[in-house]
């Protein structure tokens, strides 16, 4: 009984140390800094996938969510995109790829900082044991330039 205790203590005390880590530290996320408040942010980054050719299949606040449980929660918002020209050849590689496609975005309030994150590709190929997939390098350099279009201070184009 007192092995289980301190055990429940142990884990206790490590997800506690775990929640409060750094957003950065969360293995195969890529998570940038923006300079935009979120709900610019997201617009940004819907804004530049569709530029891009991707679909935005959905956008998800989780805040609002959060708001008709009773709870709160900061501005979170997850937006799910994606292109059957980039995701096809990733699942030909390794059909498990499915389970992470379409790809996501997180935007979210840090403490007052705005982050933008999304699965690192590298990561997920490693995972799904698809890292000679020739797709791979295309869509993260897909990836990082909606990040970076979408974090830009510039204002965006409609050709963006």
């Known amino acids: 009984m007192v092995c289980r205790i301190a ?4 884990l206790l005390f490590a997800g506690a140390g775990a ?10 996320l890529i998570v940038e800094s923006s300079p935009h408040d979120v709900a610019t942010t997201v617009e940004r980054f819907q804004r530049v996938a569709r530029a891009n050719g991707l679909t935005v299949f959905d956008t998800v606040d989780h805040a609002a969510g959060a708001t008709q449980a009773g709870m709160d929660l900061a501005p979170t918002t997850l937006v799910i995109f994606g292109n059957p ?15 992470d496609l379409p790809a996501k975005a997180l935007i979210w309030d840090d ?50």
């Open 7 to 10: 055990f429940l203590f142990v």
């Open 19 to 28: 929640h409060a880590g750094d957003a950065s530290d969360v293995d195969g």
């Open 85 to 99: 020209k980039a995701g096809t050849p990733l699942m030909q590689c390794g059909r498990t790829m499915g389970i």
């Open 111 to 160: 403490d007052g900082e705005t982050r933008l994150a999304y699965n690192d590709i590298e990561y997920l190929a490693e995972r799904h044991d698809i890292g000679d997939c020739k797709a791979v390098p295309k869509v993260g350099a897909m990836l990082d330039k909606l990040a970076t279009k979408t974090i830009s201070e510039d204002a965006l184009g409609g050709g963006d």
